[in-house]
C-alpha cells in the first residue's frame, strides 16, 4: 500500500514511517510531497494520507498523528504505547511529556540536516525507533515485575 505525508520529514513523519512498516503494513511505500499537494496526489496515487491537515490520520486534541495510527489500526503493545508518550512530547507543545521527547526532537533534527533527502532520513533513523521500542519493552517488562 502507498502512504503519503509532507516532505522535510521530522519526528512524526519518521516515526510514523516506522510504525506503518513494523505493525501495519510491512510492504508499504512511502511518499513525500509538499504539503499542499499531500491530499491532491493522495488521490491520484491511490495512497493513504498522514500528518497532514485534514488527513483522518493527523493529529486530534493533544495527540498525535503516531497516536492516530494506533488508535485506527487497533495496536494494543504496551511497548508501543509507551513509545507513543516519546512521540506525543516530541512532536507536540508538551515537549516534558517523557524525559526521553526533547531529545528525540534533537535527534530527529540532526539526522534531517545531515540526510540528502527524506528516504534517507528513514533510512538512518528507523534504527532510533527499533532503539526506543526496545527501551519501552524493557521499562514495560520491569513494570510488570514491580
Known amino acids: 500500500m502507498r502512504w503519503i ?5 521530522m519526528v512524526e513523519r519518521i ?3 516506522w510504525l506503518i512498516r513494523k505493525f501495519v503494513d510491512s510492504d508499504a511505500e512511502f511518499i513525500f510531497v509538499a504539503a499542499d499537494k499531500v491530499l ?35 495496536l494494543k503493545d504496551r511497548a ?3 513509545l507513543a508518550k516519546i512521540v506525543r512530547g516530541a512532536d507536540t507543545k508538551n515537549k516534558d511529556l517523557t524525559p526521553q521527547s526533547r531529545g528525540l526532537v534533537a535527534i530527529a533534527e540532526g539526522f534531517r540536516l545531515i540526510s540528502s533527502d ?9 534504527p532510533v525507533y527499533d532503539a526506543f521500542y526496545a527501551f519501552c519493552s524493557l521499562k514495560v517488562a520491569a513494570s510488570k515485575k514491580s
Open 15 to 17: 516515526a510514523c514511517p
Open 40 to 74: 491532491e496526489m493522495a488521490e491520484k496515487l491511490d495512497a493513504i494520507p498522514f500528518d497532514v491537515k485534514g488527513a483522518e490520520l493527523g493529529h486530534k486534541g493533544d495527540k498525535c498523528t503516531f497516536d492516530a495510527i494506533i488508535e485506527r489500526y487497533g
Open 118 to 126: 527524506d528516504y534517507d532520513n528513514i533510512e538512518k533513523q528507523f
Open 80 to 82: 508501543l504505547l509507551e
Open 5 to 9: 505525508t509532507r516532505s522535510h520529514a
